[in-house]
T-cell receptor, first 117, second 118 residues
Framework: GAVVSQHPSRVICKSGTSVKIECRSL??????MFWYRQFPKQSLMLMAT?????????EQGVEKDKFLINHASLTLSTLTVTSAHPEDSSFYICSARDLGDMGQTQYFGPGTRLLVL | AQKVTQAQTEISVVEKEDVTLDCVYETRDTTYYLFWYKQPPSGELVFLIRRNSFDEQNEISGRYSWNFQKSTSSFNFTITASQVVDSAVYFCALSEGISGAGSYQLTFGKGTKLSVIP
């Protein structure tokens, strides 16, 4: 149980294009999903908290117009990197919190490696 | 503010040795959760354990064991008889906000890279 998928796992795109990353909870419902960014050999940096049916909450320094988050259902959240540039190249990981889990455990997806040329 | 410190950046052990990964945390809340996650080279974070602040009982799961001590604000992780497959980055994390409408955000340590040499 508690499986989270992410798609795509890897994407290479040209500078200026937009990239959409999907995060799905496969066997549980998640009112809250989280988006992280991880640079090589560093810890995870929380970008935003995605709440089903409402606007995402962005961390300080994260541009909400740059990183669009949509949490349209209890099992799907999407992150769109708009007009991507080489500095956006990174490893993006999502996590989901089980609606029925009062223990707050976040289950993570396999991540998406984004390379912007 | 909450903080998680993993002082060991990298550890190398020879296969079959025991190894302990340290984690020290800071929080003002009396109610909180502590976690350990494993991140193998593939990148996915694998959930290992969750412990709430009211339960100081140590836990053992196979070759893994965890020692939670509130008196020293530590939540250490021991791997017994390490194996090559244990090679990964291990993250300790803290979550507050159990009461009320907290967002249940995780605060991560910087991680400890464990290399198990055959």
């Amino acid at each position: 149980g508690a499986v989270v998928s992410q798609h795509p796992s890897r994407v290479i795109c040209k500078s200026g294009t937009s990239v959409k990353i999907e995060c799905r909870s496969l066997d549980f419902q998640a009112t809250t999903m989280f988006w992280y960014r991880q640079f090589p050999k560093q810890s995870l940096m929380l970008m935003a908290t995605s709440n089903e049916g409402s606007k995402a909450t962005y961390e300080q320094g994260v541009e909400k117009d740059k990183f669009l988050i949509n949490h349209a259902s209890l099992t799907l959240s999407t992150l769109t990197v708009t007009s991507a540039h080489p500095e956006d190249s990174s490893f993006y990981i999502c996590s989901a919190r089980d609606l029925g889990d009062m223990g707050q455990t976040q289950y993570f997806g396999p991540g998406t490696r984004l390379l912007v040329l | 503010a909450q903080k998680v410190t993993q002082a060991q950046t990298e550890i190398s052990v020879v296969e079959k040795e025991d190894v302990t990964l340290d984690c020290v945390y800071e929080t003002r809340d009396t109610t909180y959760y502590l976690f350990w996650y494993k991140q193998p080279p593939s990148g996915e974070l694998v959930f290992l354990i969750r412990r709430n602040s009211f339960d100081e009982q140590n836990e053992i799961s196979g070759r893994y064991s965890w020692n939670f001590q509130k008196s020293t604000s530590s939540f250490n992780f021991t791997i017994t008889a390490s194996q090559v497959v244990d090679s990964a980055v291990y993250f300790c994390a803290l979550s507050e906000g159990i009461s009320g409408a907290g967002s249940y955000q995780l605060t991560f340590g910087k991680g400890t890279k464990l290399s198990v040499i055959p």
